[in-house]
């Protein structure tokens, strides 16, 4: 039984450093790739830099919801949790929006905005395109998403925060959940047993415009 449990053990930590170098590749490839996109973006006429911008919204998009989102499901929640390693250690729900988006490449404060309320750090990054509902009922919010399209969301809530992507006519809602802390970051309807659903306030914010792409192919830095 304990050479069992000794060869488990030795397995999981195997598998987490494996996961952990993987991630580790992900996030160097993400750089290379920027460092493509600005030498060409640099040189480009204003045509050319109207479609590179669209192909690196897509390119952020699917790098950060099917590759990212992916190391980091199943990782705890924790109140004070701050894990910058995927499924090592715990995240809290503000950390997990701040440190995703800053390993996706965007120059962010993580420990300040991650710290403070999450309509600060959304009006600074989807600047126009926020919207506010108070005490609507969910599917209001669903038909909402759906109207303005495929993309990348941030919400913010009574007390707690998260992304909201929608795909296909699909709307997910991608966060570390408090309800279930064991399981932490996951994916699931917004009408499920989440915060989401039970909130009074919620303020939506529509990320990835061509200002925030452009930010990031710049590395410019948000305050």
């Known amino acids: 039984?304990?050479?069992i449990l000794l060869f488990l053990s030795?397995?999981?930590?195997?598998?987490?450093?494996?996961?952990?170098?993987?991630?580790?590749?992900?996030?160097?490839?993400?750089?290379?790739?920027?460092?493509?996109?600005?030498?060409?973006?640099?040189i480009a006429n204003s045509e050319a830099k109207d479609s590179i911008l669209k192909e690196t919204r897509k390119y952020l998009f699917k790098t950060l919801v099917d590759d990212?989102?992916?190391?980091?499901?199943?990782?705890?929640?924790?109140?004070?949790?701050?894990?910058?390693?995927?499924?090592?250690?715990?995240?809290?729900?503000g950390y997990f929006v701040t440190t995703t988006l800053e390993d996706l490449g965007f120059a962010i404060p993580r420990f300040k905005w991650?710290?403070?309320?999450?309509?600060?750090?959304?009006?600074?990054?989807?600047?126009?395109?926020?919207t506010r509902f108070t005490n609507k009922p969910v599917i209001v919010i669903e038909n909402f998403l759906l109207e303005h399209g495929n993309g990348l969301y941030l919400v913010g809530l009574d007390?707690?925060?998260?992304?909201?992507?929608?795909?296909?006519?699909?709307?997910?809602?991608?966060?570390a959940s408090y309800y279930?802390?064991?399981?932490g970051v996951m994916?699931?309807?917004l009408d499920s047993e989440n915060p989401l659903k039970y909130s009074k306030y919620r303020v939506i914010g529509k990320l990835l415009s061509d200002t925030m792409v452009e930010n990031w192919i710049n590395t410019i830095r948000y305050y």
């Open 1 to 3: 039984m304990k050479r």
């Open 10 to 42: 030795v397995l999981m930590l195997t598998q987490n450093y494996a996961q952990n170098k993987e991630y580790t590749v992900t996030l160097q490839e993400i750089l290379a790739e920027r460092n493509r996109i600005k030498t060409s973006y640099t």
């Open 68 to 93: 990212i989102f992916e190391y980091w499901y199943e990782t705890p929640w924790d109140f004070n949790g701050h894990t910058t390693i995927p499924r090592k250690g715990k995240i809290a729900c």
């Open 114 to 130: 991650a710290q403070s309320a999450s309509e600060v750090f959304i009006k600074k990054l989807a600047v126009d395109q926020v």
């Open 159 to 175: 007390d707690h925060t998260g992304f909201i992507v929608v795909k296909n006519k699909k709307v997910r809602f991608i966060h």
């Open 180 to 183: 279930k802390p064991e399981i």
């Open 187 to 189: 994916s699931e309807v």
